[in-house]
């Protein structure tokens, strides 16, 4: 598979940048990210083809372009654009995997609709892929616009891979169904839905937040998302995945519990993930100078609410 330009142009045909300027470390995540796909994609051709169509879709781009004008500019929220796609994409990826090695049933094959994993995989790309383009239109109601300019692109892709016009209608269905439920309105039913979902949570990372905070965007929000460093996609003991999170300030748990826990706890997937949330030494530059006294240093998900855990000395 040739390697696929991640970031779109963010340029207007009259060379105006459509979007604010996107961190580095946000930039080399994408990076990473892609690689990621690509790696946990080349067992499953459908997937694989359905991305290489995705990524180098115009009016995809176009759309993810705009959204980041939407979401960015005019409303000082975080990336909603190529970046957080390719990011989101990854984590997704990463946890359909585990869950697929742990023996995890996913509802495009139990219901028929797929003919294999492959399918199941395909539409859990797809649907984290498209999930926030009806914000190009405008943030309120963006799951169901969305779902408007997702068929249409969905309409010119799927053929090329399903040659079945009924089981072309199903995947499509379910990858819109995903767009719909992404932010939980209404909560998603299908577990493929329920990995967008909570792969959306998981992009909280500083490098998106720091668009809208150097924009001028300071409250709750902005502050517990900086706190963030890393997110990582993990085995789990006793459980087929750990979300683990690595902050540099306690005050990270905002975030993590609004943006990550509020979804994940209204899924099918509450069963087989879990969420450890940590702050982590090399990443705090308060405690030890004294400015800053620690709260807490971990919190896990345990019975549908973050509760404080030991650290191992």
């Known amino acids: 598979m040739s390697r696929i330009k991640i970031i779109p142009r963010s340029a207007t045909p009259n060379g105006k940048s459509m979007v604010a300027t996107l961190p580095k470390d946000y930039t080399d995540l994408a990076i990473r990210a892609h690689d990621q796909v690509v790696t946990l994609t080349q067992m499953h051709p459908r997937t694989a083809a359905m991305y290489e169509l995705l990524m180098s879709d115009a009016a995809l781009g176009a759309h993810w372009n705009l959204s980041n004008y939407t979401t960015v500019n005019k409303l000082g929220y975080n990336d ?4 957080h796609a390719q990011v989101t994409a990854s984590y997704s990826m990463q ?9 995890v049933p996913f509802d495009v094959v139990e219901s028929g609709a797929g003919d294999s994993l492959d399918d199941a995989f395909l539409v859990t790309l797809a649907g984290i892929l498209l999930h926030d383009i009806g914000n190009s239109l405008h943030r309120t109601n963006h799951e169901a616009m969305g779902v408007i300019l997702a068929e249409r692109i969905l309409s010119r892709t799927l053929p090329k891979i399903y040659p079945d016009i009924e089981q ?12 719909q439920c992404h932010d939980m309105n209404p909560n998603p039913l299908f577990m493929e839905c329920a990995l967008v979902a909570v792969a ?10 720091r668009m809208p ?4 965007k300071i409250d709750i929000h902005a502050v517990s998302a900086l706190s963030i460093e890393e997110v990582n996609i993990k085995t789990g003991q006793g459980i087929p995945v750990e979300i683990e999170v690595l902050m540099s300030n306690s005050a990270g748990i905002f975030q993590v519990e609004q943006t990550l826990v509020g ?5 099918p997937l509450v069963r087989y993930v879990t969420v ?3 702050v982590v030494d090399r990443f705090d530059q308060f405690d030890h100078a004294g400015t800053d006294k620690r709260i807490i240093d971990s919190v896990m998900l345990r019975d549908g609410r973050l509760q404080p855990v030991q650290r191992k000395v």
């Open 95 to 103: 946890m359909m995997t585990l869950l697929v090695a742990a023996g």
């Open 200 to 209: 959306d949570g998981c992009d909280m990372t500083k490098g998106r937040a």
């Open 168 to 179: 072309q209608t199903l995947i499509s269905d379910f990858i819109l169904s995903a767009v």
């Open 80 to 83: 909603h654009g190529p970046i």
């Open 213 to 216: 905070f150097d924009l001028g």
């Open 263 to 267: 979804k994940l706890v209204k899924t």
């Open 276 to 278: 450890r949330a940590t």
